[in-house]
Structure formats: structure tokens, C-alpha cells
């Protein structure tokens, strides 16, 4: 069993800066890969940005050049930093981890989701 928790939501104004933390615990053998979907309203769920064990990250177009992830393998932890940002950046945020369990097997676990709220 695993865990995902996030910290980190609140309210900022346009082209301030916030970062979303995540921290994953349980029975955890490897995670393979750690990252960030949101869903804002009346909108599906999707890809913000994503990384692998050796740092490499994906990110939506959306968010390029405004959003970093980065991640502490020893803590199990990832992070989002966000700047730059735009009301259509607000959203409940989840935190995603594929993860191969102490038990023969895996899976896919999400966090609580934070609310992201961009506002004047």
C-alpha cells in the first residue's frame, strides 16, 4: 500500500509563484515515475508535468517554460514549482506515482489533490 501526499495549494494572484510538494510513503520497492495532472473546472483530467527516475521530465505545452518539476529520490518526494501564473492555471492538482510495491507487483497512486486557485 502507498501513500501520496500533497501540500502546497492556495490562492495567488496572475503572475505570482507557488510550489505543490509531494511525498509518497509505504511499501515501496522502486518509483518509476512521479508527477502532476490537474483538473480545472468543467475540464477532464490532464498531464502538467511528469519525471522519471534520472530527472528527465515531460511537461504539457501549456505550462513550458513557467513550470519546473523536480524530485528527491531519497525522500520520495517531488515537487512542482510553479511560476508565472495564469487564472487558466487554476485547478485541483493531483499528485501521480507509478511505483513497483515490496509485494510482487505495482501500480498507479494518486494524492488528495490541492486546489490552485489564480486570481485578482
Known amino acids: 500500500q502507498v501513500h501520496l501526499v500533497e501540500s502546497g495549494g492556495g490562492l495567488v494572484q496572475p503572475g505570482g509563484s507557488l510550489r505543490l510538494s509531494c511525498a509518497a510513503s509505504g511499501s515501496i520497492f522502486s518509483i518509476m515515475s512521479m508527477g502532476w495532472y490537474r483538473q480545472g473546472p468543467g475540464k477532464q483530467r490532464e498531464l502538467v508535468a511528469i519525471t522519471a527516475r534520472d530527472g528527465t521530465a515531460n511537461y504539457a505545452d501549456s505550462v513550458k517554460g513557467r513550470f519546473t518539476i523536480s524530485r528527491d529520490n531519497a525522500k520520495n518526494t517531488v515537487y512542482l514549482q510553479m511560476d508565472s501564473l495564469k487564472p487558466e492555471d487554476t485547478a485541483v492538482y493531483y499528485c501521480?506515482?507509478?511505483?513497483?510495491?515490496?509485494?510482487?507487483?505495482?501500480?498507479?497512486?494518486w494524492g488528495q489533490g490541492a486546489q490552485i486557485t489564480v486570481s485578482s
Open positions: 501521480y506515482a507509478r511505483v513497483l510495491t515490496i509485494v510482487a507487483g505495482g501500480g498507479d497512486y
